[in-house]
């Protein structure tokens, strides 16, 4: 499924790891803004539309692999 997504929109999922109820994912680095700072920009959080999309496409990416 990594290289069906290979998309200039999309970061790149190399590989997921699973360790004590933790995911880990070993992804392309995108440079520019951090996650950290993208979070603080949201103070009041994300619409729920937008996070429901990305919670179903982390999903799907996890189910398929």
Do not use: C
């Amino acid at each position: 499924i990594n290289n069906t997504l290979d998309h200039p929109s999309f970061i790149k999922l190399h590989a997921v790891y699973e360790g004590d109820n933790t995911f880990y994912m070993v992804m392309d680095l995108l440079e520019g803004r951090s996650l950290h700072d993208e979070l603080n920009n949201h103070k009041n959080g994300f619409p729920e539309d937008i996070v429901r999309n990305v919670m179903w496409v982390n999903l799907f990416i996890l189910i398929i692999q």
